[in-house]
Structures are given as structure tokens and as C-alpha cells.
């Protein structure tokens, strides 16, 4: 009989121990936040244009931790949706065509000698990039613009260009192949002759 | 020393812990069909493993051997081993959250990990000491975590190659571990342990 109480108690006390280093710990390694929204926020391409429907980047991607689909940053792009699926484990797939479709980067330019000094293109930039005051002539400041286009709607006079970014020795490189890695739906046409 | 070695070689390859003892198969199918999470998975089960076959000893050796307790030893393994596995999902989600979103629902699968419970009870058995039992859970978790990159790694491929409809999916995954399971008992007769 002794030693079923022997067993109990030392069961119980093994199970106390555990309870209490668990219970250390669930304080100590306290979760503050949730990092992944930061780390989904780092990869979107920060414009704050709202083509995915929140009224911000990170909205969006507090969105997508949440479960949104990955596909609606049209800024951002084709990269910007293989490197989420690639931290979320998800898979790759296409730009959703209903929040826009991929563009050449552009940004803002203010026409300036027909600027009337209005002030609605700068209440409506999401990034501060637009330079002015009330009567006086505005202007973009270049390397602020996320070209977004939210400013080209209000202007009364329609003064603002969006202009092609221009490829400078800097920005400039190689064309991303088209199509490098067969796809796994169609076996038959690369499996036998791809290497990779 | 030469023993230390004969313990590692012996876990990781002649006695594989998988394809040879057939413990521990469920994450062994269930998380090698992709390359990265089969990484997650082996690197939190080599850290599962190690620590929970070093603290189930020390329960064994300090704690049920003084008072002739021997015949609760797979309860109280068991406790320790969930102890274990949740005290690594703390830490886990705190330093490393990505991990713990790739990982998912398999960490705290890992506490029903049959090799887990296996290797503590094999410790037993072969009355390993305090270091032979470290190196034996660290061998089997090597062991585990080879046969589990090579199967993802090979799970990678076959899933673009040209297979027979009928043998489509979990059949011809099935029919590669069955070979992977011959070509390891190759190593039968390597060392004696």
C-alpha cells in the first residue's frame, strides 16, 4: 500500500515541478504583438496606394496575417507575391486582376506653371511627397513619390503627369528571363529535358 | 570515446530509427512533402529529442529508481516529453515566429512522436548512462532528421516527374520509402550494437 501512495506522490510532484517552469516560462517567453505582421509589412513595397482595398500597407498586412490573399498589391507585383508566399509558405500565385495589373514604375510631376496652388493634390498624398502651400505653385519631391496616383484624381486643373521613371546607371538591370523553372503541371514538355 | 562513435553510427544509420525501427513514420510521411518545412521539422525534433531522452533519465535515474518506481516509467516519460515539447513551442514562437508558423500544428505533434517515447524507453532497456543516453536521443534525432531531408528532398522531385496515374501522390511516396527502408538495411552488420 505504501508505495501507491509513493507513486502519487511523486507522480504529483513531477507533474507540480513541470507546471511551474511551464508557467515561468509562459510568462518569460510572452508573445508581445504578433511579428509576422512586421515581417509581411517589410515585404510590401510601402506606396499606401490602397489598390488592395485597406487604407495602407499595413493594414493590408495585418490582412494577410489574418488570412487575405496575397495577390492584391499591384505596386508591389509579381516579386512581392513570391517573396510572401515564400515567408508564409503559401503558394505563388497570380496578380488578382481586379485590384489593377502590374505597371511601369512611375511617379508624380506637377506642370508647374499651370498649378494653381489648390492644395487638393497634397491632402491627398499618402507619403507627404508633395511640396506647397495655398496660392503658391506645388511640386513633387522626386524621391518621396511612391507613384501612387492618388493625387492625379483631385487636381482641378489637371497639371500632374505620372512620367516613367527614368532609368538612371544606378537603377538600371538585366531583364528577369521569362520562363526558367518548368512548371509542375506540365511534366511531359520539360521533364526530360530540364537538368534542374 | 570509440564507444561514443560506434552509439551515433550505430543510431543514425544501422539502427535508423525510421526506416529500420519504424518509429516515428507519421512526420516522416506527413511533413516531407516539402523541402523547407521538413527542415523545420527536423531541427525542432533534434532539439525535442535530445532534451527530452537527457530529462527522462535524469527522471528515471534520480527520481523513480530511489523508491522502486520503475513500473511508472512510460507515464512520467510521457509527462516529461510533453513538458518538453511545449517549453520548445514557447521558446520557439518567441525567437523564432517564423519557424513557428511553418512548423504549425506538427510542434506540438511532436509529443506523440512515437520515437520520442522510444528512445527513452530504449534507454532504459539498454541501461545507457548519462551520456551514452544524450548521444542516443541526439543519434536517433540525426537519424530521423537524414532520412526525413533525403525523403522530402527525393518527394520534391517525384511530385514533377513523369509517374504512372495509379501510382500518383501518397502511393508512389509510400512505394519510395519502402526502398529507402531496403537500401538502409544495407547497413545491417556495420557495427554491433
Redesign the interface.
Known sequence: MEILYLAVVILALLALVFGAILGFAAIRFKVDGDPIVDQIDNLLPQTQCGQCGHPGCRPYAEAIANGEAINRCPPGGESTIKNLADLLDLEVIPLDAEHGSEAIRTIAYIREDECIGCTKCIQACPVDAILGAAKQMHTVIVDECTGCDLCVEPCPVDCIDMLPVQVTPASWHWQQPKQLIASSSSPHEHGATEDE | MVDYLLILVSTVLVNNFVLVQFLGLCPFMGVSS?L??AMGMSLATTFVLTLASLCSYL?YTY??EP???EF?QT??FI??IA?VV??TE??V??TS??LH??LGIFLPLITTNCAVLGVALLNIKKANGFVESILYGFGAAIGFSLVLILFAAMRERI????VPAPFKGAAIAMISAGIMSLAFMGFTGLVAI
Do not use: C, N, Y
Open positions: 516539402r523547407e518545412t527522471t527520481l523513480l523508491f522502486g518506481l511508472l507515464i512520467s509527462l516529461v513538458f511545449q517549453f514557447m521558446v514562437h518567441k515566429p517564423l508558423k511553418v511530385t514533377v516527374a513523369d
